[in-house]
């Protein structure tokens, strides 16, 4: 059966190559059911924008919404969620690292029940050993600390059902980690496997601190094992300095000549409990940070423009 609406998500930022090749290739695959492409510009400075008009003009079941600044990837894709109507949305990313044609096998797992249907990695091409194992610790780390388990080796690329958009688009915290969200409503689940292309044209937006950014929400927003942590290290902190009084009290009562000499320990000592200080400072700063931000209550995103939105 094809009479559902299907709305595909496309957050763009300086993509303004892999937005025709990237609609080339939808068009076939959603083109057999009533379908919406839904692009969200995250405020881009090179003719992204352009080459969206330019095939909206064409077919009007292409839609554009456009940032006035660069809001985030995640923000791209709260809007995206916002305007679409579909029985199922499906969110990819420009850059066709993630390859449209599956598209059709996520939809059948949708219509065997599933309400998530996740596109999951099982080989990265073009990607060096540095991208792949801090994506793989990524992953891990955030396993452990998390409360909520994230399936590894998927990234944006998944199916969702309307039901699922419409618990995203009712929630009152800044979605600023998707990925961990979607997984926390615990909705039935499933799966489709895919290699990884190389990145058509251009380069990755996601370098080194960005991903340890966005790492750092991810953790903070699902757990408080860290906030824990940094309670244990001040516990164990606390008892090695205990455990050091005694040792040299009793040392001192054996051997009273005895006494501590050099620096090098005393310095040692100052900056591995300099150090835990000022990481569970920091651990209680994002925290405090994401409050802040929810306290404030400011738009999550500034629209530009929509073109054939209604």
């Not at 690329?157 to 979605?175: G, I, S, T, W």
Request: proline letters at 5%; one cysteine or more.
């Amino acid at each position: 059966m094809n009479n559902f609406l299907v709305s595909v998500i496309v957050p763009v930022f300086n993509e303004e190559q892999n937005v025709e090749p990237l609609v080339k290739r939808l068009i076939p695959v959603v083109k057999n059911s009533p379908y919406e492409i839904i692009f969200v510009d995250d405020g881009s400075k090179d003719k992204t924008v352009e080459n969206i008009k330019k095939q909206a003009l064409k077919n009007k079941n292409i839609k554009l919404i456009s940032f006035y600044r660069n809001f985030g990837h995640q923000m791209a894709l709260t809007a995206g969620y916002k305007v679409a109507h579909g029985d199922c949305v499906v969110t990819i990313d420009a850059d066709l690292q993630d390859p449209p044609e599956i598209i059709p096998e996520m939809i059948a797992k949708w219509q065997s029940g599933a309400k998530i249907v996740y596109a999951k990695r099982n080989e990265r091409e073009g990607e060096n050993f540095f991208k792949k194992s801090t994506a793989s610790i990524f992953y891990r780390l955030i396993n452990f600390l998390s409360d909520t388990p994230i399936p590894q080796e998927v990234g944006d690329f998944r199916l969702v059902d309307k039901q699922v958009v419409d618990f995203l688009n009712n929630l009152r915290e800044r979605p600023s980690f998707l990925r961990g969200i979607v997984s926390w409503g615990g909705f039935p689940t499933d799966y489709v496997y895919f290699k990884r292309e190389k990145r058509l044209t251009g380069k990755t937006h996601y370098g080194f601190f960005r991903m340890l950014n966005f790492a750092l929400e991810g953790i903070t927003s699902f757990s408080v094992k860290p906030l824990r942590m940094a309670t244990y290290f001040g516990f164990m902190s606390g008892i090695l300095g205990f455990l050091g009084i005694i040792y040299e009290l009793i040392r001192k009562a054996i051997s009273p000549q005895s006494f501590v000499i050099g620096w090098a320990g005393l310095f040692t000592a100052i900056m591995f409990l300099g150090g835990i200080q000022l990481i569970t400072i920091g651990i209680i700063g994002e925290y405090i940070g994401k409050i802040y931000q929810e306290i404030q209550k400011r738009p999550r995103y500034l629209i530009k423009e929509q073109v054939n939105i209604s």
